[in-house]
Each structure stands twice: as structure tokens, then as C-alpha cells.
């Protein structure tokens, strides 16, 4: 039984460059939500996706965007980045027919350094 | 003030010591309420899900305060595989999933 899948696991960028990150959730997911965390921080709620439309969105600008592809994995890209996107991007799945007591389950994470 | 909010940490204590971590949520429209582990540079994951009637897997045992707002979770017979930051995870979503996370709890169980 797969779990949540991340890719890259690394990646090094400069300021103003834009990322795409990669999320393939676990079997039988449906939805995919996204966390930024910050060294000594709780994850913060960036966006969640179903059917392939973001259902919810945290204080995130608009240089954060994303995408849910029809199999269920998605995509979070970030635009013009900034020093202070160095962090540890999160993806969760979870089960949208269970709803509030469907727990996440998070990939390894993609450590994201700009600089 | 923070949506959800737990005891600063790092809590050091010895094997076999019972240690108690205690989390407040401030949305009383909160439905669904979970403690995850995270290791050091690891992702988190689950340890338990918080019922009303408080439940237990082991050494663990979680309990919830709906009037008070109030989540804790107690570990009997630390053990050093314990050593880890321990999340307060709250679900505010009435009709779906809106989970917000506190900053965490750093543990370190010591020989």
C-alpha cells in the first residue's frame, strides 16, 4: 500500500526563481492538502485540493499556487521566490468521504532552500 | 493569540517518567482532534486521534475537554524512542477537513 509520495526531497533555488513541487497521495486519497513548516514551527495550512479544484486556502499570497490532476496527485508551484520561502513543504492526503475524522497522512517532505 | 496553542517545551526527562503535554484550542466550532509525532527533519505522523470519552493505545492515553477547550496527551514509561516533537492537531472544519496545527512540543527522554 503506497503512502504519500514527494518529490523532489531536496531542492536549492535563488531569489525570484519559481518551484514546482510534486505530491502522489496515498491509495485510496482523495484530497491533498499542502504545509509549509518553518524550522521550530507547526506545519502552516497552505491550500487543499479535490476534484481537481483548491476547496480551501491559508494566508498564503497568490505566489503560491497549485494544481490536483485527475489521478489525485498534485502540484504546488511557487513564483518569485523569497528567502523566506526556505522550508519544509508538506503534502497530505486524506479521505474526503470520511471528512472531519479522516486524519492526514503527510509525505517525507520537500526541503526547500533559497537563496 | 495563536488557534492553537501547546505547553513551549523542550520537556527533558528521564526513562520511565510519565510526562503530560497539554494543548488549548480557541475555534469551539473544532469537530475532530488528533496528536501527531514528528522526528527531527521527518515528516509527521499519526499517533492517535482524540475522542470525546478520552482513549488509550498503550502507553498513551489522550483526553478531551470540549467546555474547557482543552486536549492533553499523557505518556507512561517514557521510553527513549519517545524523544520526539509531539503536535496538537485540530480539525475546525464543520463540513470537511480545515486542520490547524500548534507549534509543538519538544521531548527529549534521557537515560
Known amino acids: 500500500d503506497a503512502g504519500v509520495t514527494q518529490s523532489p526531497t531536496h531542492l536549492i533555488k535563488t531569489r525570484g526563481q519559481q518551484v514546482t513541487l510534486r505530491c502522489s497521495p496515498k491509495?485510496?486519497?482523495?484530497?491533498v492538502s499542502w504545509y509549509q513548516q518553518a524550522l521550530g514551527q507547526g506545519p502552516q495550512f497552505i491550500f487543499q485540493?479535490?476534484?481537481?479544484?483548491?476547496?480551501q486556502r491559508g494566508n498564503f499570497p497568490d505566489r503560491f499556487s497549485g494544481h490536483q490532476f485527475p489521478n489525485y496527485s498534485s502540484e504546488l508551484n511557487v513564483n518569485a521566490l523569497l528567502l523566506g520561502d526556505s522550508a519544509l513543504y508538506l503534502c497530505?492526503?486524506?479521505?474526503?468521504?470520511?471528512?472531519?475524522?479522516?486524519?492526514?497522512?503527510f509525505g517525507n517532505g520537500t526541503r526547500l532552500t533559497v537563496t | 493569540r495563536k488557534e492553537v496553542e501547546q505547553d513551549p517545551g523542550p520537556f527533558n526527562v528521564p526513562e520511565g517518567a510519565t510526562v503530560a503535554f497539554n494543548c488549548t484550542y480557541s475555534?469551539?466550532?473544532?469537530?475532530?482532534f488528533f496528536w501527531y509525532r514528528q522526528d527531527c527533519r521527518k515528516e509527521p505522523k499519526l499517533l492517535m486521534s482524540?475522542?470525546?470519552s478520552g482513549n488509550e493505545d498503550g502507553r498513551f492515553t489522550a483526553q478531551l475537554n470540549r467546555a474547557s477547550q482543552y486536549i492533553s496527551l499523557l505518556i507512561r514509561d517514557s521510553k527513549l524512542s519517545d524523544s520526539a516533537t509531539y503536535l496538537c492537531?485540530?480539525?475546525?472544519?464543520?463540513?470537511?477537513?480545515?486542520?490547524?496545527f500548534g507549534p509543538g512540543t519538544r521531548l527529549s527522554v534521557l537515560p
Open positions: 482524540v475522542y470525546s
Open positions: 492537531v485540530v480539525n475546525r472544519g464543520s463540513d470537511g477537513q480545515n486542520f490547524v
Open positions: 497530505a492526503s486524506s479521505l474526503e468521504l470520511a471528512r472531519r475524522n479522516s486524519p492526514l497522512h
Open positions: 475555534n469551539s466550532a473544532s469537530q475532530s
Open positions: 491509495s485510496g486519497h482523495d484530497t
Open positions: 485540493y479535490y476534484e481537481e479544484e483548491e476547496r
